[in-house]
């Protein structure tokens, strides 16, 4: 085997060269809580880390003029005590919140949670509900991408050889929007989500639903931004007969896994009712933004 | 023989250097580099807290952490939590309202719950217990760590 090498690249330009020239022995540490799991259970064996946290555009917020940058390794906590970014994003942050403990969250990065591609993790639903855009750079240069374009199976993404997820791009806030986050769980704390839903909204004047983007987790092979259920709010005062097509089509949409903590029977019909509740607090959210 | 790196760090205020492997964990090293062995490692994969520390500032799992990570910062680990002879009154609280049994996971707790009172001096026994869900405990079944947390977080707010 080979021998395992450390770098901790304080340039993006040096993080990208290294891992580009490292191939596919090549592997970004950024929180680490699920790369070093694989490491020492021996799932991976990569022959470089790059530790990517001294890279300061991948650790920092910042907002101009209202649209809010976030760097993808920045850490959990992190995200939660920034308060413009939570008032803005609450759904993103009772994501990034629910991924494992606080000594987890004092790492876990919302880039590591898309990039470990589970189908199940917490951020990623809101993220793409959210509209955000997952801003990369590689060997190639800049590129900027949907969210929902990264995962494209269970730990598996789109991106290439040498190209990193440097930070999360999200649009500016309309006036009386709002998201929300929700999963379902057996227990309360530290469990992985059976069903998952986010759900962003954009209010008229009148109250009136103008934009909606309902996203699911841990129903599929990926997370899924299902535009049949946001076609359902729009145009409707996300009444009752909008929220029972909105969870039909929620419910259409899944395409989960048969296992201990949820069969698909389980999944399919919770996901209508998770996705439901998160429309409502977003509703909610939007009228008193 | 794998190559070692170098790491310079501050542990509990005092300067450290040694020499790592580069998938070494914190824990690792500092239970067998340093033999600061008042960090317990439990399951190795950031589930139990048993190894908590703060990196930093940060409350962190040190087997999610490696020990090359820690270069150029500053560690807290239990063994700096009592003054000299004097006991935290995280720990005498502990000890008094029988917050452990067998005591593997009373470092990490002790550690997690120091971090919360500093943010947060009046926790709820709710707070108290989601800041600690990462925390397992297979001995007191967690009500006697609440009480221990709350007696000290109590006594702290009088002094």
Redesign the interface.
């Known amino acids: 085997m080979e ?4 770098a ?1 690249p304080a340039s993006l330009a040096d993080a990208v060269a290294m891992l580009a020239d490292a191939g596919s022995g090549g592997r970004v ?1 950024a ?3 699920d790369v ?2 694989l ?3 021996e799932a991976i064996a990569p022959k470089l ?1 790059v ?1 990517v ?1 001294r890279i300061s555009e991948m650790q920092s917020i910042s907002c101009s003029d209202g649209a809010y940058t976030v760097g993808a390794a920045t ?1 959990g ?1 992190r995200i939660m005590d920034h308060e413009g970014f939570g008032a803005a994003w609450p759904g993103v942050v009772e994501g990034v919140a629910l991924i ?5 969250k ?2 876990a990065s919302m880039g590591g949670n898309l990039c470990n591609a589970s189908p199940a993790a917490d951020s990623v639903p809101p993220l793409i509900a959210a509209g955000a855009r997952a801003n990369i750079a590689g060997p190639q240069g800049r590129r900027s991408v949907p969210v929902e374009d990264i995962v494209t199976g269970p730990g598996k993404t789109s991106l290439g050889t040498g190209e990193i997820v440097v930070s999360f791009g999200f649009p500016r806030r309309p006036p009386r929007s709002g998201d929300c986050y929700l999963r379902l769980t057996p227990r309360t ?2 469990d992985i989500a059976v069903v998952g839903a986010a759900v962003d909204l954009t209010l008229d004047d009148a109250g009136v639903c103008s934009a909606a983007r309902v996203a699911l987790g841990a129903v599929a092979p990926t997370p899924l931004l299902v535009s049949e259920a946001a076609d359902a709010l729009v145009g409707t005062m996300v009444d009752d007969a909008a929220l029972d097509r909105m969870a039909a089509a929620v419910r259409a949409a899944c395409n989960p896994i048969d296992d201990k903590r949820g069969t698909i029977a389980y999944r399919t019909k919770t996901s209508g009712v998770i996705a439901r509740r998160a429309a409502r607090t977003a509703l909610e959210r939007a009228r008193n933004s | 023989m794998a190559q070692k790196t170098h790491v310079t760090t501050t542990v509990n205020g005092d300067g450290y250097e040694f020499l790592c492997e580069p998938g070494q964990t914190l824990v690792d090293a500092l239970r067998n580099e340093l033999q600061l062995t008042g960090t317990k490692e439990g399951c190795s994969t950031g589930d139990c807290g048993a190894c908590s520390v703060i990196l930093d500032g940060d409350l962190v799992c040190s087997c999610l952490t490696l020990a090359v990570e820690s270069d150029g910062k500053s560690v807290e680990t239990i063994e700096g939590m009592a003054d000299g002879e004097t006991l935290h009154p995280l720990q005498r609280h502990f000890l008094e309202l029988n917050g452990l049994q067998c005591g593997i996971c009373t470092p990490g707790i002790l550690i997690a719950a120091r971090a919360l009172l500093q943010r947060n001096p009046d926790p709820t026994e709710t707070e108290i217990r989601y800041w600690l869900a990462g925390n397992l405990c297979r001995c007191t079944g967690y009500d006697k760590v609440v009480r221990s947390v709350q007696a000290a977080a109590e006594e702290m707010r009088r002094d």
């Open positions: 021998e395992l090498s450390y901790a540490l929180g680490g809580t070093l799991v490491l020492h259970g880390l530790d946290k850490a906590m494992g403990s606080i000594q987890v004092g790492r704390e530290m």
